[in-house]
């Protein structure tokens, strides 16, 4: 899958500005799916609209400037559904935490310790995040109207389980990583603070 699949995704469903679909595809429910970065996401627009996939309009706002808004032609629509019959490649799993937790034994104790619980907290923050938007599939909200279709919720829940799961072995193995780690009374300093 690529950004160009994201986006026209994203217009299957809805009409979009660019602005919207570049936080849904970085900061929203679609940045679970695939990396897609803001110098990305136009591009692959221009694109799309150059190849009569997708089509732009301006609108007109009241006391704002106005907005480019993209929608997606019928040609779009089985352009993303021939994307779907693509292999899908494998998923791609990046985590500067479990950088972190290999080498936790060069580093203090209390450290390792307070590293964990940040990433616990994150881990919570991001599982409150999709129970939210779990809610809004039910039930419907401006932000997220009610979901045409039961796998939008399937997925979110498959979002959760999996954080759920990366939460529990973290807080069961956590004192492992903690042991590992170099104790404090030890007084060890860091390259850079030498």
Partial sequence: MNVRTLCLSI???QDASGYEIRKMCTEG???????????SIYPALARLEDDGLVTSSIAHQKGKPSKKV?????AGR????DALFEPLGEDV???PFLL???????????????????RLAEIAGNIAE??????????GTDRL????HTNDAWVVRYGIVVLELAQNYLRDHMSDLIASAVPDNQGHTSQAAE
Avoid at 78 to 81: H, K, P
Avoid at 130 to 139: A, H, I, M
């Fill in 29 to 39: 429910e679609c940045s679970y799916f695939v990396e897609a970065s803001f110098g």
């Fill in 100 to 118: 972190f937790a290999r080498f936790a034994h060069l580093l203090p104790a209390s450290l390792v310790r307070a590293r964990i619980e940040e």
């Fill in 93 to 95: 799993y990046r985590s």
């Fill in 145 to 148: 109207p009610a979901s045409g």
């Fill in 70 to 74: 993209y929608s997606i032609t019928d």
């Fill in 130 to 139: 999709l129970r939210k938007v779990e809610k809004e599939l039910e039930s």
């Fill in 11 to 13: 217009l299957y469903t």
């Fill in 78 to 81: 089985t352009a993303f559904v």
